[in-house]
């Protein structure tokens, strides 16, 4: 048993993380602003509440023997980003710098770091495995490519072991916890196609439908939430295993354009779904979909519920009655 500060805990990948931890028995504390996290979504630990960007607050986490960080602090919109990209290197990066040195101090030396499809740009390939070239194309995935960077750097200098998980579209809920996804405003697709089912949200936008793809519409590869939160006890256990910096991809390696989730979410929901066509959105790209083998071959990492209907399906039964 480890105990393990999540940073980023009340956050929607980071509380599925937290309870995914308890439930293999580790001990969880979690450091979280509450900016864009919820308390109500802090279940599995205690909560502290502290600022990345406020050094002195962060020793209050360590004040007991930490064994490894996971860090999930980040804002995370790309059109944001790009309007905003102080907000974003300070959070993201000078961010993380503080939480690196605090861990220093405190003689910490494993961190699992959400990462992101972002960090890779434009799509070379059908499917994105960790040898495609780096070239972020806006500022949020060029903050997390500086981090992967500084984490390498890290790992020379300090011996920091390091796990950097780039999700693709994170999705799906543990509703039966009492968790799911809430944010303010919603931006993503999946979210928005449920709201749009209950009717609680605002009409329903398609961006884009002149790509070339299956139907003119954006292609992603989602994976739930609570497989991403595997992959992250599966990182505990390689670093235990293996010194350096490391970097997998995570998705399903299947990809579903937004009018198949739609589709699908009709099928699951039994609710009619109206939607407008709306111009692309800028930023996204066509397509992207994951080679995940690496994390199967080197995590262990195998997604247990991988298929559209599940994931919506489980998203579903939280936004009918969400926590928080
Ligand atoms: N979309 C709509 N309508 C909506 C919301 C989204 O049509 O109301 C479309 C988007 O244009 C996109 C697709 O649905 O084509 C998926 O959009 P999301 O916002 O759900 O997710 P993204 O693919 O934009 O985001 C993901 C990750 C980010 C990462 C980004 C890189 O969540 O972390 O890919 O492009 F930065």
Redesign the pocket.
């Known amino acids: 048993m480890s105990h393990v500060l999540v940073c980023g805990g009340a956050g929607y990948v980071g509380s599925h993380a937290a309870s995914v931890l308890a439930g293999h028995g580790h001990r969880v504390t979690v450091l979280d602003n509450l900016s864009t996290g919820h308390r109500d979504a802090v279940r599995w630990g205690r909560l502290v509440e502290a600022d990345l960007l406020v050094p002195e607050q962060l020793d209050r986490a360590f004040e007991e023997p930490v064994d490894a960080v996971m860090h999930f602090c980040a804002l995370?919109l790309?059109g944001e980003s790009v309007a905003n990209p102080y907000a974003y290197y300070r959070n993201n990066v000078a961010g993380t710098l503080n939480l690196l040195e605090a861990m220093k101090r405190h003689g910490v030396d494993r961190l699992v770091f959400s990462s992101?499809?972002?960090v890779f740009g434009q799509p070379q390939s059908a499917r994105i495995d960790e040898d495609h070239p780096q070239a972020p194309i806006n500022p949020?995935?060029a903050s997390k490519a500086m981090v992967e960077e500084i984490l390498r750097h890290a790992a020379q200098a300090y011996g920091l072991r390091s796990v950097a998980l780039r999700?693709?579209?994170?999705a799906g809920a543990a509703a039966d916890r009492g968790i799911g996804e809430s944010h303010s405003p919603e931006?993503?697709?999946?979210p928005?196609v449920l709201r749009a089912a209950l009717g609680t949200g605002p009409a329903?936008?398609?961006?884009?439908t002149d790509y070339s793809t299956v139907d003119g519409?954006?292609v992603?590869d989602y994976v739930h939430v609570l497989d991403l939160a595997d992959a992250h006890v599966l990182a505990l256990g390689l670093m235990d295993r293996e010194a350096g910096a490391h970097a997998f991809n995570l998705g399903n390696g299947n990809g579903f354009s937004?009018l198949e989730v739609i589709e699908t979410a009709r099928r699951v929901t039994g609710r009619d779904i109206a939607f407008d066509a709306?111009p692309r959105?800028a930023?996204?790209?066509a397509v992207?979909v994951a080679s995940s083998d690496r994390a199967r071959d080197v995590l262990g990492w195998s997604p247990r519920h991988a298929a559209l209907d599940e994931i919506i399906d489980s998203a579903w039964r939280w936004h009918s009655a969400p926590a928080y």
Do not use: E, M, Q, W
Request: hydrophobic share 40%; aromatic share 12%.
């Open positions: 995370s790309v992101t499809a972002a949020y995935g999700y693709f579209n994170a931006t993503h697709l999946i928005n329903l936008k398609v961006f884009g519409t954006c992603r937004v709306a959105r930023g996204d790209p992207l």
